[in-house]
C-alpha cells in the first residue's frame, strides 16, 4: 500500500503539483514521439512508394505507348488502361443481325457469280458490305502468315518487284520479304483462286462475312512481312485466353486487291480507310506500325490516317521504335533523349513539391507541441520552392520541345508521296490549310512515342511519374504513427520521471 501510494504521489509531482516540471518534461515528451514517428513515417513512404512503382512499371513496360490528343495536345495514356477502353465495345460490336445480313448478301454475290463469271461475286460482295465489316480476325491474319511463310520456304516468294530491295532485308528472319512482293506472289494468287467468291479480298475469302472493325492499322507497304507481324501482334489488344480480340482493318488484307481500288477512292469520305477509322465502336484504336525501311509518314494515306485519327481522339498505339515513325531519325533520337529527361525531370519535381507540402504541414502542426520541429518546418519550406521551381522550368522545357516537334523537320504532309497521283491530290485537298496543325500533332505523336523508349533503360522513372510522393497522405500517415506512438512515448516518460 505504501509502495503503490508512493509511485502514485510521484506521478502527481511529476505529472500536475509541479507546474516547472510538467514544463521542462513535455518538450522531452514531444521530442521522442518525433524521434519514433518521423522514421516511421519515411519508411511508410519508401515502402508503398516501392510497391506502387513496381505495378505501374509492369503495366508501362509490358505494353507499348498510347496517345492519345486532348485539349489540342498530344499526350500518353496508361497503355492498359486505354486498350481496356477501347476494347470494352468489342464483344457487342458485331451482332448477330448484322451477321445475318451479310450472309444474306453473300448468298445474293454467290448467286451474281454463277450467273455472271469473273470478280463479279466478289464485287457485289464489296460494294454490299460497308467497309467496316471488312475486318480481319487474329486467327486469319495468322493464317495469312503461315501462307506467307510457306510460301517463301518453297521458293515461290522471290525477291523481285517494282523496286530494288536489299537481299539481306528479305531474307532476314525479323524483316523479310516487303508487302509489295507479298501482296503480288501471295495474296493475290490466293484470293484470285478463292473457290468461293474469286477475286475477293482475304477479310472475305473462303465464303467469310468479314468482321466488324475495331482497331485501325496503319502501315506502309515497304515493310517486311516478318516485322510487320511482330509489331500488330504486340499492338493487338488480347483476350482472356491469350488470343487476339476483335478485328482489324489492314488495308492489303481487308481491301479486294483484284477490284478497282482507285474507284473506292475517288471520294476520301466515303473510301474504305475513312470508313473503317470513322465507324469502330468508341474510343476505337489505332496501331500504328513502323518500319526500319523508311518513314511511314513520307506516305501521304499514312499522314491522312493518323491526322484523322488524332482529329477524332482515337488512341494510337505504336508497337515498334517511335523513331522509325520520323524522316529524320537522328534529329528524333537526340529530341526523344531530351524530352524523356525533361518528362522525367517534371514529373519526379512534382512528386516531390507534393510529399514537401505534406510533410511541411505536419511539421507546422508539431511546432505547437515541439519547438525543435521549427528546423523540420523550415527545411521543407526551402525544398518546397526550390522543387516546385525546378518542376515548372522541367514543364515548360517538356512544352517548348513538343512545340519544336511539329515545325516540319521531323514529318511534313507537304512532302509525303503517293503511288496514285489521284489520291494524292484527294489527300491535299482535303488537308490544304491544315498542313501546319498536322505536322505538329503528328511530329509531337512521333517524338513522345519515341521518347516511351527510355523506360526500357530507365524504368524506375514511371515510379517518379505515377508515385512521386505521398502528398496528403504523408500528413494522414505522420498523425496515425502520432496517435499509435503518443501513449506509449507518455507511459514510458512518465514510468522514468516516477523513478
Not at 505504501?2 to 521542462?24: C, F, I, K, V, W
Not at 485501325?216 to 499492338?235: N, S
Not at 498505339?317 to 520520323?326: K, T, Y
Request: hydrophobic content about 40%.
Amino acid at each position: 500500500m505504501t509502495s503503490e501510494m508512493s509511485l502514485r504521489g510521484n506521478y502527481t509531482l511529476a505529472g500536475s503539483d509541479s507546474g516547472d516540471a510538467h514544463q521542462e518534461d513535455f518538450p522531452w515528451f514531444a521530442m521522442v514521439v518525433l524521434v519514433i514517428a518521423l522514421p516511421l513515417l519515411c519508411w511508410l513512404k519508401k515502402r508503398t512508394g516501392q510497391v506502387t512503382e513496381a505495378k505501374a512499371c509492369k503495366s508501362f513496360i509490358e505494353h507499348p505507348p498510347v496517345l492519345q490528343v486532348r485539349n489540342d495536345r498530344v499526350e500518353l495514356l496508361d497503355p492498359s488502361d486505354a486498350v481496356q477502353q477501347a476494347t470494352a465495345h468489342i464483344v457487342s460490336s458485331d451482332d448477330e443481325a448484322s451477321s445475318v445480313q451479310r450472309r444474306g448478301i453473300l448468298d445474293a454475290a454467290l448467286e451474281v457469280q454463277k450467273r455472271d463469271g469473273g470478280f463479279s461475286g466478289a464485287a457485289m460482295m464489296h460494294r454490299e458490305v460497308r467497309a467496316d465489316y471488312w475486318g480481319i480476325t487474329w486467327e486469319s491474319f495468322e493464317e495469312f502468315m503461315e501462307i506467307t511463310r510457306r510460301t517463301l520456304a518453297m521458293g515461290d516468294l522471290l525477291n523481285t518487284g517494282r523496286v530494288e530491295y536489299a537481299v539481306e532485308k528479305f531474307e532476314s528472319p525479323d524483316i523479310g520479304p516487303n508487302m509489295y512482293q507479298v501482296n503480288d506472289q501471295v495474296i493475290k494468287p490466293t484470293t484470285k483462286s478463292d473457290s468461293v467468291l474469286p477475286g475477293t479480298s482475304w477479310a472475305f475469302r473462303g465464303g467469310g462475312v468479314g468482321a466488324k472493325v475495331t482497331l485501325f492499322v496503319t502501315h506502309a507497304w515497304q515493310e517486311g512481312a516478318f516485322e510487320f507481324e511482330r509489331q500488330l501482334k504486340r499492338g493487338w489488344p488480347e483476350s482472356a485466353n491469350g488470343t487476339g480480340e476483335g478485328a482489324a482493318y489492314i488495308c492489303f488484307l481487308s481491301n479486294p486487291q483484284h477490284l478497282d481500288i482507285g474507284a473506292m477512292l475517288e471520294r476520301i469520305e466515303t473510301s474504305p480507310f475513312s470508313v473503317a477509322l470513322r465507324s469502330m465502336p468508341a474510343p476505337g484504336l489505332m496501331v500504328m506500325c513502323g518500319t526500319k525501311n523508311g518513314a511511314i509518314h513520307e506516305r501521304a494515306w499514312c499522314v491522312f490516317e493518323a491526322y484523322m485519327a488524332l482529329e477524332q481522339e482515337v488512341p494510337i498505339c505504336v508497337p515498334g521504335s517511335g523513331v522509325d515513325l520520323a524522316v529524320n531519325r537522328e534529329a528524333v533520337t537526340a529530341e526523344a533523349m531530351r524530352l524523356y529527361a525533361a518528362q522525367r525531370e517534371a514529373k519526379t519535381r512534382e512528386g516531390q513539391t507534393e510529399s514537401d507540402v505534406g510533410y511541411l504541414v505536419a511539421n507546422c502542426l508539431c511546432i505547437i507541441c515541439n519547438p525543435a520541429a521549427i528546423a523540420y518546418a523550415l527545411w521543407y519550406c526551402c525544398r518546397t520552392v526550390y522543387t516546385g521551381c525546378r518542376g515548372r522550368s522541367a514543364r515548360a522545357a517538356v512544352t517548348s520541345m513538343a512545340a519544336e516537334a511539329g515545325d516540319g523537320h521531323l514529318v511534313d504532309v507537304r512532302n509525303a508521296k503517293c503511288t496514285s497521283p489521284a489520291d494524292l491530290a484527294n489527300i491535299l485537298e482535303q488537308i490544304t490549310g491544315r498542313e501546319e496543325h498536322i505536322n505538329r500533332l503528328v511530329g509531337e505523336c512521333i517524338l513522345k512515342a519515341a521518347a516511351w523508349a527510355h523506360l526500357q533503360e530507365e524504368p524506375l522513372a514511371v515510379g517518379d511519374e505515377r508515385c512521386g510522393g505521398l502528398g496528403c497522405r504523408g500528413v494522414i500517415i505522420f498523425f496515425v504513427c502520432l496517435l499509435l506512438v503518443a501513449p506509449v512515448a507518455g507511459a514510458s516518460v512518465m514510468l522514468l520521471m516516477s523513478k
